[in-house]
């Protein structure tokens, strides 16, 4: 592939995370929210989720002491009367959570850190309180600006002084033209304080140089496997040269190919068209090897024995199966921002907004895609293959927060049983980010990243919504909304998950006000033909 081309294009992808133009350290204010750390708090009564794949059990009660988990311990059985000398000693701070379910914080694998001066026009502020709000206590961020920033916001959240999830810093390999530049940017951002690197493709010298330095350097790696250059940078050539993971699905089925090499491209294509790009990637799968087939067996047990992991991010492509509900959802009118709703609308330019003329057809082949894309999912979990949770959020009529919980459905839609969603989302995840021997399960020892919801996850992972699950309270007759994350901890520190979401609102309230917008009429009719 030309190289000029490849960066022309991936600079227009960058365009959405430029930095804000004040100083980083302005650019999120001091952490107002949240209580603690505390010498001794503990959680009295509830049921717990350990992320491990082991069924809620409890009633227990949890210690935390400062950041850590200090015990977890079994005070009961359910409908029994708990005997108060089975309870560990009072802490200097205690929550009842009896009848509530505990779980490992959730880690969102693919996360952008967006600015104001950004195309989405969001602050990290709101992104980082609607992650929270839904029980995101780290995330990994793919590119988000500039080294320096995403450094300085990782380090910021690191000592609790902003009210944001604990931050894994991947920079975006780009513009580089030689393998020896190559090398001498993974020093870069090895130098820096990144922790591992995000690649979109590159020329195979200059990919498998780079792949080889960030073995060297002890940095982990992910790649959006781009058509540009798919044809020799496919899942099985970059995992062979030591990609650890990948994100999306792109370079997978292209593995698969058995009577191609090429995709069958219209011939009037063009990638930068992107009703063209993502039309015809909801044609892909159906080119690939069929489900059980040789070929298909013989690229997951090249993954497997490769210790590859996978980042499908099925949320962040919902709108391709189907627009009217990702953009008709209910969450939208209290929680996206205007900028980011004008962002998410039919436009030429802005990244993910393709909808120029999106067809019955093209949801039809979208919903046969996932199909074929859910099977491989599942069966590579089914092996023992690695299968995190990410989000992409922030594009796509995807956001922040309540996408990470739509991908949580669209991974028990593949076949994941929700406990098998849930360790996804906690120990899966921070094996991926080789964080596991801190995060990832309830574990004594490990850090107080937590997450405490009313109802339970694994009967209904709906529950788990900022906007919760509707309900029929029979002793009323009335229709209810329940669930929604309570408390998010993150490092020991209680945050108020309806508080953070309450917070978010009013954030959307007062810009719809400064941009003239009506507050009684929804976001989705806004120029719309009902008007």
Known sequence: MNTSIALKILAVFLLSFTPDALAFGAEVPDRTDGDGPYNRLVLRGGYVIDGTGAP??????????????????????????????????????????????????????HSHIHSLTSEQGVSPDYIFKLQLGHGITTIRSLGSGGDKRIVDLKRRSARNEITAPRIV????????????????????????????????????????????????????????????????????????????????WYGLPEALFEDRVIQDYPTDYIYTNEQDRFGQAGRLWKQAAKPG????????????????????????????????????????????????????RPNRSSHGSFWYYW???????????????????????????????????????????????????????????????????????????KKDAEIGTLQVGKKADLVIVDENPVHNLKVLYGTGAVKLNDETGKVERVGGVRWTIKDGIVYDAFKLRADVREMVRAAKIEAGLSLDKPLSMVNSPQE
């Open 56 to 109: 809620p059990f409890g009633p227990v009660d949890i210690v935390i002491e400062n950041n850590k988990i200090a015990a977890i311990k079994t005070i009961g059985t359910p409908g029994i009367t708990i005997d108060p000398k089975r309870r560990p000693k009072a802490g200097d701070k205690e929550i009842d959570v009896q009848g509530k379910f505990i779980l490992p914080g959730f880690i969102d694998l």
């Open 169 to 248: 810093v991947y920079p975006i390999f780009d513009g580089i033209t030689s393998p020896e530049a190559a090398r001498k940017r993974v020093r870069e951002i090895k130098k820096n304080g990144g922790d591992g690197i995000k690649f979109f493709g590159a020329p195979a010298e200059i990919l498998w140089a780079a792949l080889d330095e960030a073995k060297k350097q002890d940095l982990q790696t992910t790649m959006h496997h781009a058509q540009l250059d798919v044809t020799h940078a496919n899942v099985l050539t970059t995992s062979a040269h030591g990609l650890n993971s990948m994100e999306h």
């Open 293 to 344: 087939s040789k070929k298909w067996n013989e690229v997951i047990d090249t993954l497997l024995a490769r210790d590859f992991a996978l980042d499908p991010t099925f949320t962040i492509y919902l709108a391709s199966r189907d627009l009217m509900r990702m953009s008709r959802a209910i969450w939208h009118d209290s929680y996206t921002m205007p900028a980011l709703w004008d962002f998410y």
């Open 359 to 433: 067809t019955t057809q093209d949801e039809l082949e979208w919903k046969n895609n996932y199909k074929l894309w859910m099977r491989f999912i599942n069966d590579y979990k089914n092996r023992g293959g690695k299968v995190g949770l990410g989000s992409d959020t922030g594009y796509i009529y995807s956001l922040y927060g309540f996408g990470y919980i739509q991908e949580m459905e669209l991974m028990q839609e593949a076949g994941f049983h929700p406990l098998e969603v849930i360790r996804a989302a906690t120990q899966i995840g921070a094996q991926i980010i």
